[in-house]
């Protein structure tokens, strides 16, 4: 049991450093991209009920955790950060229980049992996490036969970070998305943050198939997708027309449900 104790706080991530950044962005509600975007399509995947025990992986500040509560079911969140995992024990310790932990190896805390979540959740958090295989591997063995996974994500056919954008086509005045590569996976350090610029964090590129093949390697069958355009409405500007159209049809985030095959 001490050796079990001894691996859990030896969770390593480039979060820990840019905590107090990253909080200070996000805030205690979360950013106007949580509030109007990630969180209402996380619930309307979800869809949980009173009773349900939900797994918020990679919870981070825990912004998901009042609204898991809203709904009476019971919420757990877990994230590799420890100052992140303060954070929301801080600010919602009263909608929920917080833990430090390994999403690829979710079994070696001594909190969390096979089969027990009716629902898990990763809120723009699985793009951070690496080997995809073993995180997808822990959130299944976490789940109740028939429960469900829902996963979202900065959409990846068109969101590929460093290696797509917006252009403009003066002669058809028409704003487009620029894809430069999409099926090879990439892992794709981010700028430095923080007052010192001394923390920098990774995101991973993998292509759709990887995330479909990845549930479904797991037991878990996609049963619903949702691609969700951004939320912002340019007013004025020589483009605001083709930039709204642009908006409207590209989105930015994906959503995915899938369920665990009854055994």
Known sequence: MAQRKVRQMRVQTSWDPIAEWYTGWVGVEGSKHHRRLAIPAVLDLLCPAPGEHILDI?????????????????????????????FARRHHGKHGRFLQGDATNLSTRQHLHAGTFDGVVFMLSIQDMEPLEQVLASAAWALRSGGRA??????????????SGWGWDEGRRLRYRRVDRYLSRLA???????????????SYHRPLEDYI???????LLVDHIREIPTYKIRQTGPH????????REIPL???????KQQV
Request: hydrophobic share 45%; proline share 6%; charged share 15%.
């Open 58 to 86: 990679g919870c981070g500040p825990g912004i998901l955790a009042p609204f898991i509560a809203r709904q009476r079911a019971l919420y757990t969140g877990v994230d590799a950060s420890a100052k992140l995992i303060a």
């Open 150 to 163: 829902v996963l979202l994500i900065t959409h990846p056919c068109f969101r590929v970070p460093r290696q």
């Open 188 to 202: 794709v350090p981010m700028k430095a943050y923080g007052g010192g610029r001394h923390g920098a964090t990774r």
């Open 213 to 219: 093949n990845g549930l479904a390697a797991c037991g």
């Open 240 to 247: 605001a027309k083709a930039e709204n159209r642009a908006n």
């Open 253 to 259: 985030f994906l959503g995915l449900r899938a369920l």
